[in-house]
């Protein structure tokens, strides 16, 4: 099982920036995959983004692509989300999870952590 333990959240005005830090732990990475996905109140959650611990490879989901942007730290086991341009209807809670690779589905998930996004 990986531990995962999402930091950085809060509130930013329109157009500003927030960087959101998920640290992991538990288990060795290289063949996972970890992501980033969001949940408005009343809403699906959604992708935001994840990244390939091992080669780093990046994708996004269509309403973040441009604006975001996830990176990973390896020596630290963190994996960052750069927020930029934020948009009121980025506010949402924010989840750090972790997939193994060739999985279905996302077996490891973060707390959250709250986004706030004023206009």
């Known amino acids: 099982q990986v531990q995962l333990v999402e930091s950085g959240g809060g509130l930013a005005q329109a157009g500003g920036s927030m960087r959101l830090s998920c640290a992991a732990s538990g288990r060795p990475f290289s063949s996972y995959a970890m992501g980033w996905f969001r949940q408005a109140p009343g809403k699906e959650r959604e992708f935001v983004a994840s990244?390939?611990?091992?080669?780093?490879?990046?994708y996004y989901g269509d309403s973040v692509k441009g604006r975001f942007t996830i990176s990973r730290e390896k020596v630290g086991h963190t994996v960052y989300l750069q927020m930029d341009s934020l948009k009121p209807e980025d506010t949402a809670v924010y989840y750090c999870?972790?997939?193994?690779?060739?999985?279905?589905?996302?077996?490891?998930w973060g707390q959250g952590t709250q986004v706030t996004v004023s206009g």
């Open positions: 999870a972790a997939q193994r690779v060739g999985a279905s589905s996302y077996s490891d």
């Open positions: 990244i390939r611990w091992s080669g780093g490879a990046t």
